[in-house]
């Protein structure tokens, strides 16, 4: 749990069957998504919409925190998301489909689910209803935020302190940050992190620090007199949705500019690397896995890498056709 709360919110793994459980790819020596599984079970991990407005699991004793940090307030409801509030606020729980049902007492057809479901993640990024995702059933219902959660009050927590809390535990996580490292991980407006980011620093929670490699960013504190290891060689594959890779979007998006990217390489610390292809439902192929490493290394460490990719893709539904152009 330490390591789940400092990375918070967790995503599913991208790609993943809807309603799975967040998943700590490679950072845990047990089956993570069975455990995650579990205390979702028992609320103890609770799902929301966070970075950005995207799914993110966070320990159910820290849901005020980072409601306050990431909600996206509502000035005015609209027509639908004022018909699906009142529905939920005068019978909920319900599932999508007992809303439709119930919404044929406005009107006599009743809401589409095309309506229901849009107004209902608004409503969701708004912190306003909540969604009781305990296993990967699509019948799940949802509630009212406020009913579901009397003791959370998103008004007690200041903004800027919720933010700095959370921001806190990412520089924790993470060490060093550039502000587009922030940014790309968080979704928050640039103005509000740098504030932030202001209010820390005065705190002595980070310190200001430039690398000619990193560029310019910031340190914890609690690191900054630490003696540097070096780091071990290896490769592991990261999805999408892995807080790692959320924190360099902007830097891989440039990095791969052009390609269709399923995964991406950390190697020996560093993303040089990239899994090529088109994601399908069902089986798909690995087009290329292409590695930014000089010629003689990338030879040599071959084998590494693709035992890297196989590890998610390998049997009848998926092949790896080629390893940095060239077939296999």
């Known amino acids: 749990m330490p390591l789940f709360r400092l990375l918070q919110p967790v995503s599913t793994v991208a790609y993943a069957y809807p309603g799975s459980p967040p998943g700590l790819v490679h950072r845990t020596a047990f089956e993570h ?46 027509y639908l998301q004022k018909t699906v509030f009142d529905i939920l606020d005068g019978t909920g729980p319900l599932t999508p489909r007992q809303i439709k049902e119930e919404s044929q007492m406005f009107d006599g057809e009743g809401l589409l689910n095309k309506e229901i479901m849009p107004a209902l993640h608004r409503l969701q990024t708004a912190f306003l209803v909540f969604e009781d995702q305990q296993d990967t059933d699509w019948e799940r219902g949802w509630n009212t935020f406020s009913a579901e959660w009397p003791d959370v009050d998103l ?70 007199d630490l003696k540097t290891q070096d780091v071990p060689k290896m490769t592991l594959m990261l999805h999408k949705a892995d807080p790692l890779v959320q924190a360099h979007a902007s830097e891989l998006k440039r990095q791969f500019a052009g390609e269709e990217v399923l995964q991406y390489l950390l190697i020996d610390g560093e993303f040089k690397g990239a899994v090529l292809g088109h994601w399908r439902i069902g089986p798909h192929d690995v087009d290329n896995v292409v590695v930014e490493l000089p010629v003689k290394e990338r030879s040599a460490r071959k084998a590494e890498i693709l035992d890297a990719v196989s590890w998610r893709y390998q049997g009848e539904n998926h092949q790896i056709l080629a390893y940095h152009g060239k077939k296999i």
């Open 33 to 78: 998504h069975k455990v995650a599984d579990l205390l979702r079970g028992k609320q103890t991990l609770l799902k929301g919409r966070f970075l950005g407005g995207g799914i993110g699991y966070v320990c159910a004793d820290d849901l005020a925190i980072y409601a306050t940090a990431f909600r996206k307030p509502l000035k005015e409801l609209n």
């Open 155 to 224: 008004e007690d927590m200041d903004w800027t302190e919720a933010a700095m809390e959370v921001l806190r535990r990412f520089f924790q996580a993470n060490v060093f940050a550039t502000l587009e490292n922030v940014k790309d991980w968080s979704g928050l407006a640039l103005k509000s992190l740098k504030l932030v980011i202001a209010e820390l620093e005065q705190s002595g929670d980070l310190v200001p620090f430039e690398d000619a490699d990193l560029g310019a960013g910031w340190l914890f504190a609690d690191v900054v």
